[in-house]
């Protein structure tokens, strides 16, 4: 790590030099610790003070014992201090007050702060910031063994708090109760599976906050189970980067869905994981974050504290670099296909109105099926069977119809009646069937319909807004929003330098779908192939050179 720890500390002095001269100068104003401003989220201060912390303590760094950041650090722990509430626990303003959760994400820094003070100031020279810190500590862990929970990995959170708390003040009467309420919490089970992935599919964000609840509670309890689920998820996470080297989200639960992420949140647990025991796959993938982050001209991942609080980390040499160059991963509990080959990557989703992504480089192409039958809007596939290079999807659904009351239910009021009871008729089902080939330079895509004949269909081809869509009869760029029919022939569809062709295609209609319920590809460009039921449609994409 030599030659990356000075990029850390950079950018660590480069987050504390924006509090100090942004941040604090904008309430010298006033007494830093006075303000009473309900809103104010007092999380984004006290990570920041760990990061302050650790620069102070780093002999390398321009603010290694500097005596304007210490009275800075004092100020705004006593403005955490003040707008802790009176039960130990703090907001999150936006939506959770007297929050466990949040405080526990507040609890992992400040104790990080605690402990670095603890192992660095030899000469207890910050005795007066320790004190503080550990009154702020105390009142926390009794709001968070008192409080509750929203979402999956709250929990973890909680735990690894609880656990923090209770070596904290071991041999205090309290340990044992934080200890105790951990139990309660682990009795209902941890929610990684043997594939390595979380409840909330979260690999943009959440998968991240759970594996670093999972290393502390490892790190207070020397169990190394809880390691299994980090050396899982992160096996797992090497299968969610693309070509581009951001991260499949798509599948996510959480508000990461979609977004465009890089594996930055992980680099100190590939890093912690292979410290521990040389995993070449882990060291590689640590090493090419931290290069590559440093290349792209970004910050070095905010976790200076973690490592200074680990030797083992710090003294670590890397030895490879590099993501997997490819890979072909089912994941049947979530119903996820991932595949990296050499020219492109795709994916399958099960229980997905958006079942296929295509991605080559950094141009991704998502498909759907509009179907608007009775409720349906979109095909959404129940099955998913997966074969060498060959990928079954299906779903068939059935229209209903409300029938009368056999007798009076006690109203004539429709918003009072209770419709359940009613008995439905069903007199008509569709069947759609959709099989993905690997190809050696792209995937061809087959249709095939049963059922309710003369249903209009739209298999919809999603690409990104800004590209260039040609073939011998036009040449446009693709707007936002909008879309087109293609009728039949090939379509070339350029995006960053990337090209591929679809086709043939085929538009029998023009139906542009139900007015309500069914998903809008808003944010880029619609390509429609058009036919209704039964049908029976091939096309292909192809990656071109």
Not at 197 to 217: D, H, K, L, P
Request: charged share 25%; net charge negative.
């Amino acid at each position: 790590m030599d030659r990356y720890i000075g990029k850390l500390i950079i950018s660590a002095e480069k987050r504390v030099t924006n509090f100090m001269h942004n941040q604090v100068k904008d309430v010298n104003r006033k007494d830093f610790g006075s303000l009473r401003n309900p809103i104010i989220d007092v999380k984004p201060t006290v990570y920041v003070l760990t990061t302050s912390v650790a620069v102070y303590l780093n002999k390398d760094s321009i603010y290694y014992h500097n005596p304007e950041l210490y009275e800075v650090m004092k100020r705004a722990l006593d403005f955490v201090s003040n707008f802790q509430r009176e039960d130990g626990s703090f907001d999150y303003p936006s939506c959770n007050f007297k929050s466990a959760p949040d405080t526990s994400f507040c609890y992992k820094r400040l104790i990080a702060a605690y402990r670095l003070i603890n192992k660095y100031d030899t000469e207890n020279k910050m005795n007066e910031l320790k004190e503080k810190y550990f009154i702020i500590l105390c009142k926390a862990q009794e709001a968070i063994k008192n409080g509750g929970f929203h979402t999956p990995n709250h929990r973890w959170a909680i735990c690894a708090a609880l656990m923090q708390g209770a070596n904290l003040l071991d041999g205090d009467p309290k340990a044992k109760e934080y200890r105790s309420r951990v139990n309660e919490y682990l009795a209902e089970g941890i929610d990684g599976d043997e594939d390595g992935q979380y409840a909330e599919r979260s690999t943009g964000g959440y998968n991240a906050v759970v594996n670093n609840a999972m290393i502390s509670m490892y790190e207070e309890s020397k169990d190394e189970k809880y390691l299994g689920y980090v050396e899982r998820n992160l096996h797992m996470m090497l299968t969610y980067v693309d070509q581009d080297d951001t991260i499949f989200t798509q599948n996510s639960t959480r508000q990461d869905q979609g977004k465009t992420e890089y594996m930055d949140i992980y680099f100190y647990q590939y890093l912690y994981m292979t410290s521990l025991k040389y995993n070449p796959e882990f060291d590689a993938a640590a090493h090419k974050i931290i290069k590559d982050s440093i290349e792209r001209g970004l910050d070095a991942p905010d976790c200076l504290h973690i490592l200074m609080l680990n030797d083992a980390m710090l003294r670590y040499r890397f030895k490879g670099y590099g993501f997997l160059d490819n890979y072909r991963r089912f994941y049947p509990n979530p119903g996820v296909l991932r595949v990296k080959t050499e020219k492109f990557g795709y994916t399958l989703l099960k229980n997905s109105s958006a079942f296929l992504f295509l991605k080559v480089k950094e141009t991704p192409i998502y498909v759907k099926i509009g179907e608007s039958y009775c409720a349906v809007r979109n095909f959404v596939p129940q099955t998913l069977e997966v074969n060498e290079k060959e990928y079954t999807m299906s779903s068939t659904v059935q229209s209903w119809y409300y029938l009368p009351f056999e007798n009076y239910n006690g109203t004539s009021d429709w918003w009072e009646m209770d419709h359940s009871k009613r008995e439905l008729l069903h007199n008509s089902e569709v069947g759609i069937t959709v099989t993905i080939t690997e190809l050696e330079d792209g995937l061809q895509l087959k249709m095939k319909t049963d059922g309710l004949d003369r249903l209009p269909l739209r298999l919809n081809i999603c690409v990104p807004s800004g590209s260039i869509l040609e073939n011998e009869h036009f040449y446009f760029q693709a707007e936002k929003g909008s879309g087109m029919i293609l009728r039949e022939g090939y379509l070339n569809i350029t995006h960053n330098q990337n090209h591929i062709q679809v086709g043939p295609g085929f538009g029998t209609h023009e139906f542009p779908g139900h007015y309500s319920g069914e998903d809008k590809n808003d944010m880029g460009y619609t390509i429609y192939f058009n036919d209704y039921t039964p049908c029976e449609k091939t096309i292909v994409f192809k990656v071109l050179d």
